[in-house]
């Protein structure tokens, strides 16, 4: 078994994993990044379709060549080391060090002995199972993502008559996909009144193609015996699937984008606390999970819907790893943050008054022009208009030592953020 | 045409017990299975309860065979190696009534012949599982029985039977059979014939289909369907013992069952039909599946599920098991209506039916060279680490995880294709490659990769599980040159 000591470990080498790395590295720690694909990149790498980048490049590149930037950026860095092929199997937290065991092919068992680590996994897709669509189980049922990986990297087509359940963003993306090697995209179903991926999806994956969406429908049985052979889907009427308005579609494929879960395999292993509104860790205002010196950022603390945001979030969390492991913000003052009105969630769970915060929430309403609010112990502190809001798009705003002034030590200094 | 001493139709669990007891004497037998591969019938959607033997009455065939089996199984590991834990039975009570079906259970257990089996106060049975319900008024306690993961016991029940001379048939549809002197000339759908001596029907629902073929007793197999919900296996609030309700004269009730790899079952219903292929799920069920077990464990909770399925046990009418030899067609076994406990009773149902062809008069002699082991697979998920790395430097393999979920290594997924496991859910049963949380998300391309490397099928020849079961219909590569539909202005 070999020993690797070393400042932090990196779990996972996608858009997160690679630019916490790259930001610990140049603040002058050694990493180690554990990815368990031969290529560094993660998900990035089967979007191959363009929209990356927009924020935090100023360009439009494809997945691929988003991931290419980061890649490069850490091959240059001579403090990374990368473990590719490389599966994480166990962990274990003995207070300052933290052990991480791994393997691969090449190496065997490996024994990181960290500092720090930081979880950057990634999620997993939702599955058949999670939503419950009652019916056979043939063949040709396949979330959105493995038929992107199918497609795109292995440049297998899995079916020719497609319907896609839900609309998350890779269901929508998938259905271009799919219309673009000549597949029928029959129809897309969605049960909530409203499409759950971004607007841009709708009109560039959908109208442009004239792929019929169904909101307020469900897929209320699976048809077929080897191969999938139709589906029967139904309107969504007073909260139940209206059987007597049900109609098949014959079609060979099912393809589920019906959401995307952290992947807390990893977390599990040091007992990290989890949000059940997330699905991911609890952090505090450093992005640290409920284990000392174990952080979390991307989509394994919580799914976004652009890569942008994940970088942005990666590099913030690996500086305050960096601020960990040299000792300093060790004393700072942290209060609970909540969500408020329509508010899903807000990120972090905990907030530092003496410095700016970054914070990340979901909504759960659709409405135009709306109020973000702020609030310490019931006084608003921050509020700003917005002209749109919906589910599918996580919001974000900084605030800072001059809205939080009055957070003192003698207050419960509860921050709630609500949006109306 | 090849000549065997005995066909065995049906590769279930009790096809296969029945042919590996059989490999022990010099006889040829034949394995035939309609499916692509064992298991693959009523054995695949079994829960994996190992009964203690309460539930019958003493005067049935059932209760005989399914105490009988039960003991068997301790042995059986230890040659088989198959996953097997004697986790224990609770029957939760939830009124003074239902006590009283308890104490008769009880008393049943004892003259079956239960060993260890006892009456629980409330206290008692809440300090063995402190998360049933607190409604609960008292109970039974079997700690003979056990879960098993049923397939992988037929898996190794068939790799042994072959390992001894065992002959495994699959898409071997028996489809036409006619006698001639003492032998049978068996036809199967794709019109390859086989020869035998001697019959035994252990075809599961096509029991009935099958006896009518040889022209032996006429009876009906009725599938009785079954649906039921595996969830995550780090979700808390389950048992870490099998619970049952109070039994209802038509049925076992829906129960919680901790299965041996850590996951937790919660089902089956048990609804009569008609139709043998219908398993598909339904929203109702799932209703009722969860009433029912909240009402055992209130933790129970649907945020947990990773999967649902159904399968079909087949029933026969008086529900007792029917193993015979017919009356009309010579050399002709009936090993019919193995429904629950089946699985717990395979063991002995293979011996009764040893027992019962040899006074028929099949000669039975004992081969020396007869080796009821096979080999331990080693899994990497339940090995020690020192072990791991031991094992990654002689074979790498065992390095590259395939899946995430259930800590299964490529070495293992090898080692099923090579044991002739060749479809997904083949793959799947043996490995447990995609049976975890993201149910096949992350690993379904990897298996197909190495699936396709090792045998040399091409990605469209790869089947789920068999016949028109494919995942992928085609290369982009071979896509035909046409105008794409673009972009509408």
Not at chain 1, 114 to 123: P, T
Not at chain 2, 251 to 265: A, C, H, Q, R, Y
Request: proline share 5%; with cysteine.
């Amino acid at each position: 078994m070999k020993e690797i000591k070393i400042d932090v470990v990196v779990v996972g080498g996608g858009s997160a994993g690679l630019a916490a790395a790259a930001e610990a590295a140049r603040r002058g720690h050694s990493v180690a990044i554990i990815e368990r694909e031969v290529q560094l990149g993660g998900i990035l790498n089967q979007c191959i379709h363009n929209g990356f980048g927009l924020h935090y490049f100023k360009e439009e590149l494809t997945g691929p060549e988003y991931a290419e930037r980061f890649v490069d950026i850490v091959g240059g860095l001579p403090a990374i080391r990368v473990h590719s092929d490389s599966a994480v199997i166990a962990g274990e937290d003995s207070g300052d060090r933290k052990r991480i065991y791994a393997i691969s092919p090449k190496e065997g068992v490996m024994r990181f002995n960290a500092r720090a680590v930081v979880l950057a996994m990634g999620c997993r897709e939702r599955n058949r199972g999670n939503i419950g669509i009652p019916g056979t189980r043939p063949s040709g049922i396949f979330t959105a993502g493995l038929a992107q990986r199918l497609v795109n990297i292995d440049g297998y087509v899995p079916g020719r008559n497609v319907v896609i359940v839900g609309s998350g963003d890779i269901g929508l993306i998938m259905a271009r996909r799919m219309s673009w090697v000549g597949a029928t995209v029959h129809a897309v179903v969605e049960i909530q009144p409203y499409p759950s991926g971004l607007t841009r999806n709708i009109a560039q994956c959908l109208n442009d193609f004239r792929i019929p969406l169904y909101l307020s429908h469900v897929v209320a049985a699976i048809h077929g015996k080897d191969r999938v052979e139709g589906v029967t889907i139904a309107p969504i009427i007073d909260q139940h699937p209206a059987m007597e308005q049900a109609k098949r579609i014959d079609c060979d494929t099912l393809l589920l984008s019906v959401g995307l879960v952290p992947d807390n395999e990893v977390a599990n292993k040091f007992k990290v606390e989890i949000n059940p509104e997330t699905n991911g860790a609890y952090v505090d205002a450093r992005l640290m999970t409920s284990c000392r010196g174990l952080f979390a950022c991307g989509n394994v603390l919580h799914v976004h819907d652009l890569v942008d945001f994940v970088t942005e979030e990666a590099t913030r969390c690996a500086g305050f790893v960096c601020d960990y492991i040299e000792g300093e913000g060790k004393e700072e003052r942290q209060y609970k943050v909540m969500p408020g009105k329509n508010v899903k969630y807000v990120l972090p769970n905990m907030y530092a008054p003496e410095r700016e915060n970054r914070f990340y929430l979901r909504p759960m309403i659709v409405k135009n022009d709306v109020h973000l609010t702020v609030t310490l112990d019931g006084e608003q502190v921050y509020s700003r208009r917005l002209p749109h809001v919906q589910p599918s798009e996580m919001m974000s705003f900084t605030i800072g030592p001059k809205q939080l002034v009055k957070a003192d030590h003698d207050r419960a200094n509860v921050l709630e953020v609500g949006v109306e | 045409m090849q000549h065997y001493d005995v066909a065995v139709i049906g590769a279930g669990v009790t096809g296969a017990a029945i042919a590996r007891r059989l490999s022990a004497y010099r006889l040829s037998v034949a394995l035939l299975e309609r499916e692509c591969d064992v298991s693959f019938g009523v054995s695949k959607a079994n829960s994996g309860i190992i009964h203690a033997g309460f539930h019958h009455g003493p005067q049935t065939l059932k209760a005989r065979l399914e105490v009988r089996g039960n003991v068997m199984y301790d042995a059986l590991q230890r040659e088989l190696h198959f996953p097997f834990k004697r986790c224990g039975i609770l029957v939760a009570a939830f009124s003074i009534e239902e006590m009283k079906t308890v104490e008769r259970l009880y008393e049943q257990g004892v003259a079956n012949g239960v060993i260890g089996i006892e009456m629980c106060s409330r206290a008692r049975i809440l300090a063995l599982e402190p998360k049933l319900n607190p409604d609960v008024v008292g109970g039974l306690h079997a700690p003979s029985g056990g879960i098993i993961e049923p397939y992988r016991f037929v898996f190794s029940l068939v790799e042994s039977a072959k390992k001894n001379g065992v002959e495994l048939l699959t898409e071997f549809d028996v489809v036409e059979a006619h006698r001639d002197g003492a032998v049978y000339t068996i036809r199967s759908s794709s019109g390859s014939e086989i020869a035998a001596d001697w019959v035994v029907n252990a075809a599961g629902l096509y029991a009935d289909k099958v006896s009518r073929i040889f022209g032996a007793e006429d009876y009906e197999i009725t599938p009785r369907k079954g649906e039921e919900f595996l969830m995550e296996r780090d979700a808390k609030g389950y048992t870490s013992r099998v619970v049952f309700p109070v039994p209802t004269p038509n049925s076992k009730g829906m129960l919680v069952i901790p299965t041996v790899e850590g996951t937790t079952m919660v089902g089956p219903t048990a609804v009569e039909g008609d139709d043998k292929e219908d398993k598909a799920t339904t929203a109702e069920n799932f209703e009722r599946v969860f009433y029912s077990a909240r009402r055992l464990v209130p933790t129970v909770s649907e945020r947990d599920i990773i999967t649902s399925f159904a399968g079909l046990r087949p029933t026969l009418p008086g529900d007792d098991f029917y193993i015979e030899l017919s009356k009309i067609a010579p050399s002709f076994v009936h090993v019919a209506g193995i429904q629950s406990p089946g699985l717990t009773a395979s063991p002995a149902v293979a011996e009764y039916v040893k027992d019962l062809l040899k006074r028929a008069g099949l000669v039975l002699i004992e081969k020396p060279e007869y080796d009821p082991n096979i080999p331990e697979l080693k899994r990497l998920r339940s090995l020690p680490m020192e072990e791991v790395d031991e094992l990654i430097t002689q074979d790498p393999a065992y390095g590259e995880i395939v899946c995430r979920c259930e800590t299964v290594s490529e070495a293992e997924i090898k080692a099923a294709i090579k044991q002739g496991h060749t479809t997904l859910d083949g793959i799947k049963f043996y490995t447990r490659a995609g049976m975890g949380r993201c149910q096949g998300g992350f690993c379904t391309y990897k298996v197909l990769k190495i699936l396709s490397r090792e045998t040399g099928m091409s990605w469209e020849e790869i089947t789920r599980r068999g016949g028109g079961s494919y995942i992928t219909k085609e290369h982009i590569g071979d896509l035909p040159v046409k105008s794409l539909p673009g972009r509408v202005e």
